[in-house]
């Protein structure tokens, strides 16, 4: 799309299959990560102190040009940056691809499952779907000039949600109690979860703040988190993580789409105007929880509209802004309509393309069949495989199988995706310095002791999103990220 | 309904990396859906061997 990068970060959730597992999910995770980096040899684990919790060994760039790490105790992948929809989505499966690939071959395939969704219901612990946007500078990043993001980003869970069983608990029904945390007594949580038995969005319950700076704790729809990894004077990063992890390919790609579109509205100017909304972070919830799906939002004007309304006017400013500019625009400008024409009817008409239709069709398709009713526990174990990426196992992928989910990209362009970055973006560059260090060795010396490396006093090679340096060489910087520099780094890496 | 492939991953000119497919080296892209409902009986087969268990099972740690 027009002068756009794209990139997701996905924190994938990890399942033990056992009633006493051995080890806890962040051992296990260790262990696929280890499997990546130094039998399937699919990248370089750091050899630097990232933070100060990506100690070295922590994860690295694979060849692909993603990042591959353990973070808060989750296997996440970041993937490389992307121009266009179609390597976005390409790339992104490609992760799922890699983690499961790691899981058969480590012989866990029994009692590991990698879940890509972003809840827990037993424990309300939530994980993180990011969504990364490289803007201008000139990007008015000010309450006034965010103002149509944030209506915008509170209205498109209609079809950017990816749905759940239940609710988190309200945060303010957890007391302190000496050094622990417990449920505060007199209120019954099962009576609660009753209120919701299914809603459209994992993360709603989890956003407090409209506007707020970090990741894991008040989190924003507007994260405004100051880090372009690139050159500050040309670009910001607009990252978002009010989002779902997105198993449907085609929701994945409108997502990303349409709120790419709606940066450029407001880049222009363009955004439509008035449609402020009083309270967003409760409607956001109360969209979510909606079980009527009306969506009606309350603006500060005082009208009261629906969500699917708000979404049209995004989408004619941008039918009017944005069409013809390229062929994904177009794309993107009509699969929104087609979409939220079709919100307006029968949900069921959406299932394969929206996650959380998807979800509710194949919930009331099991509940049906078994006579279930929404508190049944099997309803819950049903959400989690609908994000399990085991292809024949995973129930977003039985819809795909059974031809009602629309694929956007082959598993030839995903499995592509695994190993090669887009070469359009200055991934290529840093997926050809990766290859060339794999090829001369640097994995197996990384792989002999991370941490004792780190001690020496220079490292063979640091890799950063923006830049790399190399033992001996001068530090290599890749501002840009719309520029390929791999003939530069080719040149770099022959001049060392 | 009318759905169709999005545009083919682009490449810079030049580069030695192998391509992705094409739709026709493919076969024709993605499948048209259907109109009608899924298969509900292999659906519903895939989900009667969920364990029933699993959603008890899943221990996740806050992220980010």
């Given at each position: 799309m027009l002068n756009r990068i794209f990139g997701l970060e996905t924190e994938y959730g990890l399942l033990l299959n056992q009633d006493r597992p051995e080890h806890s999910p962040s051992w296990v995770a260790q262990r696929i990560r280890d499997h990546i980096f130094h039998v399937d040899r699919r990248g370089l684990v750091d050899l630097h102190?990232?933070?100060?919790?990506?100690?070295?060994?922590?994860?690295?760039?694979?060849?692909?040009?993603?990042?591959?790490?353990?973070?808060?105790?989750?296997?996440?992948?970041?993937?490389?940056?992307?121009?266009?929809?179609?390597?976005?989505?390409?790339?992104?499966?490609?992760?799922?691809?890699?983690?499961?690939?790691?899981?058969?071959?480590?012989?866990?395939?029994?009692?590991?499952?990698?879940?890509?969704?972003n809840i827990d219901h037993e424990t309300d612990a939530t994980f993180g779907s990011h969504e990364n946007y490289l803007v201008t500078r000139q990007f008015p990043f000010s309450r006034r000039g965010l103002g149509p993001l944030v209506t915008f980003l509170v209205t498109r869970q209609v079809f950017t949600g990816s749905g759940r069983i239940g609710c988190a608990r309200d945060p303010n029904e957890w007391v302190q109690v000496g050094g622990l945390i417990l449920h505060r007594p007199g209120l019954r949580d099962a009576q609660d979860r009753a209120i919701v038995?299914?809603?459209?969005?994992?993360?709603?319950?989890?956003?407090?703040?409209?506007?707020?700076?970090?990741?894991?704790?008040?989190?924003?729809?507007?994260?405004?988190?100051?880090?372009?990894?690139?050159?500050?004077?040309?670009?910001?990063?607009?990252?978002?993580?009010?989002?779902?992890?997105?198993?449907?390919?085609y929701a994945t790609a409108l997502k990303m789409g349409a709120t790419g579109l709606v940066l450029q509205l407001i880049e222009a100017g363009q955004a439509p105007r008035g449609l402020g909304i009083d309270e967003p972070v409760e409607a956001l919830q109360d969209i979510s929880r909606d079980p009527?799906?009306?969506?009606?939002?309350?603006?500060?004007?005082?009208?009261?509209?629906?969500?699917?309304?708000?979404?049209?006017?995004?989408?004619?400013?941008?039918?009017?802004?944005?069409?013809?500019?390229?062929?994904?625009?177009?794309?993107?400008?009509?699969?929104?309509?087609?979409?939220?024409?079709?919100l307006r009817g029968d949900y069921a008409k959406l299932v394969g393309r929206i996650d959380w239709a998807s979800k509710l069709w194949l919930l009331e398709t099991y509940r049906e069949a078994e006579q279930a009713g929404w508190d049944d526990p099997m309803l819950k174990s049903l959400d989690l495989e609908y994000h399990n990426v085991h292809p024949e196992r995973g129930l977003c992928y039985g819809l795909e199988e059974e031809g009602r989910g629309p694929r956007l990209t082959t598993d030839k362009a995903v499995n592509l995706a695994q190993d090669n970055p887009p070469r359009n973006t200055r991934a290529f560059g840093r997926g050809e310095l990766v290859r060339h260090l794999l090829a001369g060795g640097a994995s197996e010396d990384a792989a002999d002791d991370a941490v004792d490396r780190a001690d020496r006093p220079a490292c063979d090679y640091i890799i950063n999103w923006s830049n790399f340096k190399l033992r001996g060489a001068l530090p290599f910087f890749m501002a840009d990220p719309f520029k390929p520099y791999v003939q530069e780094v080719r040149d770099h890496i022959a001049g060392r | 309904m009318r759905y169709i492939l999005m545009p083919e991953r682009r490449e810079a000119p030049g580069d030695?990396?192998?391509?992705?497919?094409?739709?026709?080296?493919?076969?024709?892209?993605?499948?048209?859906?259907?109109?009608?409902?899924?298969?509900?009986?292999?659906?519903?087969?895939?989900?009667?061997?969920?364990?029933?268990?699993?959603?008890?099972?899943?221990?996740?740690?806050?992220?980010?």
């Amino acid at each position: 799309m027009l002068n756009r990068i794209f990139g997701l970060e996905t924190e994938y959730g990890l399942l033990l299959n056992q009633d006493r597992p051995e080890h806890s999910p962040s051992w296990v995770a260790q262990r696929i990560r280890d499997h990546i980096f130094h039998v399937d040899r699919r990248g370089l684990v750091d050899l630097h102190h990232r933070g100060h919790d990506e100690p070295p060994g922590n994860g690295g760039f694979l060849t692909n040009a993603g990042r591959m790490y353990i973070d808060m105790g989750h296997l996440e992948y970041a993937s490389p940056e992307c121009t266009t929809l179609a390597d976005l989505v390409a790339t992104d499966r490609a992760g799922d691809r890699i983690l499961q690939h790691a899981v058969t071959a480590l012989d866990l395939e029994e009692t590991v499952s990698i879940i890509k969704n972003n809840i827990d219901h037993e424990t309300d612990a939530t994980f993180g779907s990011h969504e990364n946007y490289l803007v201008t500078r000139q990007f008015p990043f000010s309450r006034r000039g965010l103002g149509p993001l944030v209506t915008f980003l509170v209205t498109r869970q209609v079809f950017t949600g990816s749905g759940r069983i239940g609710c988190a608990r309200d945060p303010n029904e957890w007391v302190q109690v000496g050094g622990l945390i417990l449920h505060r007594p007199g209120l019954r949580d099962a009576q609660d979860r009753a209120i919701v038995p299914y809603q459209i969005s994992q993360r709603a319950d989890y956003i407090v703040n409209d506007f707020f700076e970090w990741v894991q704790h008040n989190r924003a729809i507007v994260n405004t988190r100051d880090e372009p990894l690139a050159d500050p004077n040309q670009f910001r990063r607009i990252h978002l993580l009010c989002g779902d992890s997105n198993m449907a390919e085609y929701a994945t790609a409108l997502k990303m789409g349409a709120t790419g579109l709606v940066l450029q509205l407001i880049e222009a100017g363009q955004a439509p105007r008035g449609l402020g909304i009083d309270e967003p972070v409760e409607a956001l919830q109360d969209i979510s929880r909606d079980p009527d799906r009306r969506w009606i939002v309350r603006l500060e004007s005082g009208q009261s509209i629906s969500a699917v309304d708000v979404q049209e006017q995004f989408l004619a400013a941008a039918q009017r802004h944005c069409k013809g500019q390229d062929e994904e625009t177009d794309w993107v400008l009509e699969q929104w309509e087609a979409v939220l024409n079709d919100l307006r009817g029968d949900y069921a008409k959406l299932v394969g393309r929206i996650d959380w239709a998807s979800k509710l069709w194949l919930l009331e398709t099991y509940r049906e069949a078994e006579q279930a009713g929404w508190d049944d526990p099997m309803l819950k174990s049903l959400d989690l495989e609908y994000h399990n990426v085991h292809p024949e196992r995973g129930l977003c992928y039985g819809l795909e199988e059974e031809g009602r989910g629309p694929r956007l990209t082959t598993d030839k362009a995903v499995n592509l995706a695994q190993d090669n970055p887009p070469r359009n973006t200055r991934a290529f560059g840093r997926g050809e310095l990766v290859r060339h260090l794999l090829a001369g060795g640097a994995s197996e010396d990384a792989a002999d002791d991370a941490v004792d490396r780190a001690d020496r006093p220079a490292c063979d090679y640091i890799i950063n999103w923006s830049n790399f340096k190399l033992r001996g060489a001068l530090p290599f910087f890749m501002a840009d990220p719309f520029k390929p520099y791999v003939q530069e780094v080719r040149d770099h890496i022959a001049g060392r | 309904m009318r759905y169709i492939l999005m545009p083919e991953r682009r490449e810079a000119p030049g580069d030695p990396m192998p391509k992705p497919p094409s739709p026709s080296e493919e076969g024709g892209g993605p499948r048209r859906p259907e109109t009608g409902s899924p298969d509900k009986d292999n659906l519903l087969k895939r989900m009667r061997k969920v364990d029933p268990k699993q959603a008890e099972r899943y221990r996740q740690r806050t992220g980010e």
